[in-house]
């Protein structure tokens, strides 16, 4: 994975390489596209975008990074809008979501589950759930990374943050 300019697994200073430079530093959800949630997505939503800040590789092919990137539905597709210091315009990654819709849809009512099972405390229940969870959350990076891969350079850590978020603006209300 690369790591963000200036830091270290050690927390020691290091120099700016190309390689380092090829991340995220920004990430927003274009507010037409929220929707409301509950407590819990908020959660999964905020963790996702800190930890994909705090370490990422992404890396548009035949674009240097560091780079902003805004996520947005419209029409049936998801954009990823990224910007940098080193493009002149930005640079819109469209996907479709039909091949999400069924993942999510299944992801979403596990995870439902799986606030139910916390709150009773039934760990096995709770492990197994969680389990199915990060199988289908798998799957729906996979597909992500798939559908980028002509595009974009990312680890499967990226990948799964980007799902994520992905998720969190497909929900509707």
């Keep these: 994975m690369a790591r963000q300019p200036g830091k ?3 927390g020691e200073n290091e120099a700016v390489s190309s390689e380092t430079a090829q991340h995220i530093t920004a990430i927003s959800l274009d507010e037409s596209s929220l929707t409301a949630r509950t407590p819990q997505l908020e959660h999964e939503r905020q963790v996702a975008m800190n930890d994909l800040i705090e370490w990422n590789h992404f890396a548009i092919k035949q674009a240097q990074g560091p780079y902003t ?9 998801v954009t990823l809008t990224a910007t940098s210091a080193h493009l002149k315009n930005s640079i819109a990654l469209a996907i479709p979501l039909a091949p999400f819709r069924s993942i999510i849809r ?3 009512i596990i995870c439902e589950s799986y606030f139910e099972a916390v709150k009773t405390g039934n760990m096995p229940r709770i492990e197994a759930i969680d389990m199915s969870r990060r199988g289908l959350h798998n799957e729906g990076s996979d597909i992500l990374t798939g559908l980028l891969a002509d595009k974009v350079d990312m680890d499967s850590e990226t990948s799964r943050r980007l799902f994520t978020l992905l998720c969190v603006l497909h929900l509707k209300p």
């Design 106 to 108: 299944d992801y979403f």
């Design 69 to 77: 990137l805004i996520l947005k539905t419209a029409e049936n597709r």
């Design 8 to 10: 270290s697994p050690t």
